[in-house]
Every structure is written in C-alpha cells, then in structure tokens.
C-alpha cells in the first residue's frame, strides 16, 4: 500500500512538474538551432562574418527590427496584426527632420516623435478593440493613411538632418565598441522579456490570444489590453522612426517599406504563435537575427542583393509550417526517444 502511494506521489509530482523539454517552444528551439547553423555557414563561408567590426554592424542592423518586433510580439499574442508600423516609422522619421529644421529642440523632437507614434498605436487600438473593426484592416488602412500623410507633408522629398544636432548624434553614439541603436535595442528586449514572462499584463496578453473570453469573463478589460498592445506597437515604431532619421541622417516618407513584413517574420520565425495565445520574446530575438544574419551574409558573399527578399521570405514560410506542426514534432521527438530507451533496456 504504501509502495502505490509511493508511486502516485511520485507520479502527482512528475505529472505537475514538466521536464525543460515539454516547457521549451519547440518552434523557438528549432529556429534557435537553424540560426546557429547559418551563423556557422556564413562564418566558414566568409572570412569576415565572425568579426567583431562586422558582428557590432550586425546588431546596429538589427536593432530597429527587433526594438519593432518586441512590441509586435505583444500584438500578435493577443491574436491581432499591426501593418502600419512601416508608415508609422516614415511618419516619425519626416516628422523628426521637418521639426528640426524648423528649429525644435531635440528633446521636444524626440518627445514629439515617441507621441506621434503612440497617438497612431492608439488609432489602431480604439478602432479594432473598440469599435470592432478586424485589426488587419484597421492597420492596412491606416497603413496607406499614415504613409500618404508623411509624403503630401515633404512632396516626396527627402528632409537632412544636421549633423551637428543631438538626434544626428545618437545615430552615430557607440559604447564598449556597439552603436547606442544596439543598446537601446537590448533595453526594449530585457523590458519585454519582463512585461511578457513576469507579469499580470504578460499572463493577460497570452491569454486573450488563447482564450478571450474565458479571460473576460474573469473580470478582465481586454478591450483595453488589445488596445494597448497596438499602442505598444505605435510607441516602438515611434523609436524605429525616429532611430531610422538619427541613422540615415535624413526623413524620407518613403522609410520602412516592407518593414511590417520584416518585423512579422522575426516574431514568427521566432516560435510566437501567429494566431495568438503563445508569444516569447527570446524566440524574437532569434527571428529578428536570422532575417539580419541571412541579409548581413549573403551581402559579404556578393549575392545579388535581389535574392534576399526571396530567401527570407521561403524561410518564413519554413517557419510557419514548422509552427503550425511544433506539436506533432515535440510528440514525434518523444515517441522515437521513448522507443530508443526501451530498446537499450
């Protein structure tokens, strides 16, 4: 008798205590596992991809995509899309040099552009969480509003930033050897990666993607959950915009595009569910270098430049597929690793 309470204890215990392989995101294990067999693959194939001058270029490539993608990671947990964040960085970016060359100062500028995104984040979240319009065609709109807004405001052309000016600055800043962009960058990931796995938000997030109304009927607002997420979004589009200025030297309306896409994949590719209810900004961070990783080797290799767009975009599709199936993968792992222990014993 007391050998079967044993067992049953043993058994309560085990069955509430997962191992680290059934907690992990299979899609995010597998991505994490292709990325470093790429970063291999450009490293022997080209002297100096493994650099350090060439891996702090990386990640300076890198970070407007990711500080974007950590904010989209919120979105598409809570089953929604936001496909204006390209336009919302072409807005910022013309708004940035339009009010600097009329003599702004720079924080107001930087003030004024986080605002300006954060004022189109909450368009799109008062719209599609309140008014219950999809929010893909509330973004898509939007999208071609924003942008249109941006290129009636500078006829089409390009507005230069004097370098001299604090904005112009940041895009040039660099500590311990990285550009101030990949540090700002990391700070926006450790604060997500906090928001998402550590608190109530986080928990509400995954759970409006998985099981709104469950979540609602606990009491929860998840109308303004929803609509805060695309604000996120708006906010971080806001910082791309105005990054992509500081950088470039320069706001042109036509910034960012295609730049929803690229953000989109580098959530997707990094395992976060695109139907919502699983989201992981870790995977993010992978996504994010992949599609920097794929675009950064393929230019040192000389590759067309035109063959980019097509690699990333058959990876994505790789990507989807592997996470539409994760499940029936991690089950196929288990099933063979049961068979081969039986077998040794």
Do not use: C
């Not at 899309?81 to 072409?90: E, F, H, K, Q």
């Not at 013309?94 to 003599?103: D, F, I, N, P, Q």
């Not at 589009?237 to 595009?257: C, D, I, K, P, Q």
């Amino acid at each position: 008798m007391s050998a079967v309470r044993t067992a049953s204890a043993t058994g309560a215990v085990t069955a509430s205590n997962p191992g680290l392989w059934e907690r992990a995101n299979k899609a995010t294990v597998a991505m994490a596992a292709v990325t470093v067999a790429v970063f291999l693959g450009f490293g022997a194939a080209s002297d100096n991809f493994l650099t350090f001058t060439n891996l702090s270029n990386l990640a300076t490539q890198v970070a407007i995509t990711l500080i974007v993608a950590v904010a989209m990671t919120f979105v598409i947990s809570t089953g929604q899309i936001d496909l204006s964040v390209g336009s919302t960085v072409a807005f910022v970016a013309v708004s940035t040099a339009e009010l600097l060359r009329a003599g702004w100062d720079s924080s107001l500028v930087i003030a004024a552009g986080l605002a300006a995104g954060l004022f189109w984040g909450a368009v799109n979240g008062w719209l599609s969480a309140y008014q219950r319009i999809p929010p893909f065609i509330v973004t898509l709109a939007t999208m071609s509003v924003i942008r249109g807004i941006a290129q009636l405001w500078t006829q089409g052309f390009s507005v230069p930033i004097d370098k001299r000016l604090y904005v112009a600055k940041i895009g040039e800043a660099a500590f311990l050897g990285f550009s101030v962009l990949a540090w700002i960058a990391l700070a926006v990931v450790l604060i997500g990666a906090v928001l998402l796995a550590k608190t109530r938000f986080g928990t509400y997030v995954n759970g409006i993607g998985s099981q709104e109304e469950s979540v609602r009927r606990a009491g929860v607002n998840t109308d303004r959950i929803k609509m805060v997420t695309l604000m996120l979004t708006g906010l971080a589009a806001g910082a791309a915009g105005l990054l992509t200025a500081a950088r470039l030297g320069s706001g042109s309306a036509n910034s960012g595009e295609g730049f929803e896409l690229t953000v989109i994949a580098a959530v997707v590719l990094g395992g976060t569910n695109l139907f919502g209810g699983r989201g992981t900004v870790v995977g993010t961070i992978i996504g994010a270098l992949i599609t920097g990783v794929i675009a950064n080797g393929l230019t040192l290799l000389g590759v067309s430049p035109f063959l980019t767009p097509i690699v990333t975009g058959l990876v994505l599709i790789a990507a989807i597929w592997i996470n539409l199936r994760g499940r029936t993968f991690a089950d196929l792992f288990q099933h063979l690793s049961a068979r081969q222990g039986s077998a040794r014993r």
